[in-house]
């Protein structure tokens, strides 16, 4: 089993900056990518960002040269770093763990916040 608590929402100016937090406990030497999800009201899910256990990114291009995905150094902490926010950025922004083993169920933590407002 993974737990995976999500914090750093809030709300932000357009052009302003956010980090996210991932916290990952539990059986993390399964987990192959650690993703960054959001849902806006009204839309679909989207996949913002992919970081595997290897250290590799991958970005939807709506967000690619303005989100970052690291690990800390702990290694158990996945951030999202978020510069030059827009309006269309607001969502509930969701940790993903996807495992090793495709016949487990991804994780997912509880949501965080993101609101881009004047």
């Known amino acids: 089993q993974v737990q995976l608590v999500e914090s750093g929402g809030g709300l932000v100016q357009p052009g302003g900056s956010l980090r996210l937090s991932c916290a990952a406990s539990?059986?993390?030497?399964?987990?192959?990518?650690i993703n960054w999800y959001r849902q806006a009201p009204g839309k679909q899910r989207e996949l913002v960002a992919i970081?595997?256990?290897?250290?590799?990114?991958n970005y939807a291009d709506s967000v690619k040269g303005r989100f970052t995905s690291s690990r800390g150094d702990a290694k158990n902490t996945v951030y999202l770093q978020m510069n030059s926010l827009k309006p269309e950025d607001t969502a509930v922004y969701y940790c993903?763990?996807?495992?090793?083993?495709?016949?487990?169920?991804?994780?997912w933590g509880q949501g965080t916040q993101v609101t881009v407002s004047s």
């Open positions: 539990g059986d993390l030497f399964n987990i192959y990518t």
């Open positions: 970081l595997t256990k290897h250290g590799s990114t």
């Open positions: 993903n763990g996807k495992p090793l083993n495709t016949a487990t169920p991804d994780y």
